[in-house]
Structure formats: C-alpha cells, structure tokens
C-alpha cells in the first residue's frame, strides 16, 4: 500500500513541472517578421492589440501585449509614436 502512494505522487510531481513551461516560453517568441509586423500594426491602431493578433496566426491579444509592453515602456512608447 506506501508502494501505491510513493508511485502516484511520484507522478504528480513529475508531470507538474513540465506542464507549465514550454507553453509560457514559446509564446513570448516571435519572429524577426512579427516583431516588425507588430511595430507597423501598432503605429496603425495602438494598442488594438486584438487586431494586431488578428493579423499573426498563434497568437493571443494578450501574448502581443506583453510582448510590447515588456520591451517599450508605457511612456516611451505613447511619445515615440505621436
């Protein structure tokens, strides 16, 4: 019976830490194409981030967001493009 339970929470630990990471990872990555495709729909429509999402296969409106706002701060951001 302690066999059963060592295995079974065996496996819930060691499926957990795969689980999460991959996904979080490849979604921040974009491609040399996307970034600027991003830079050009942004100047566009601001931050319509839905729209620009909806012009890059495989990624969300939130994904585009944080890419942007992790790499252009809030303020340089608005003044660069005025």
């Known amino acids: ?6 295995h ?3 496996n819930v630990n060691s499926s957990n830490p795969t689980e999460g990471q991959p996904s ?6 974009f ?3 996307e970034k600027s495709l991003i ?4 100047k566009l429509v601001r931050q319509r981030w839905s729209l620009i999402a909806g012009r890059i ?8 967001k944080e ?16």
């Not at 830079?39 to 942004?42: F, G, I, N």
Request: hydrophobic share 20%; aromatic share 8%.
């Open 1 to 6: 019976m302690s066999n059963l339970n060592k």
């Open 24 to 29: 979080q990872e490849s979604k921040l990555e």
């Open 8 to 10: 079974s929470s065996s």
């Open 57 to 64: 296969p495989g990624k969300t409106a939130d994904e585009i």
């Open 67 to 82: 890419y942007w706002t992790s790499r252009f701060p809030a303020n340089d951001s608005e003044t660069k493009n005025k």
């Open 31 to 33: 491609s040399e194409d």
């Open 39 to 42: 830079t050009l729909m942004y």
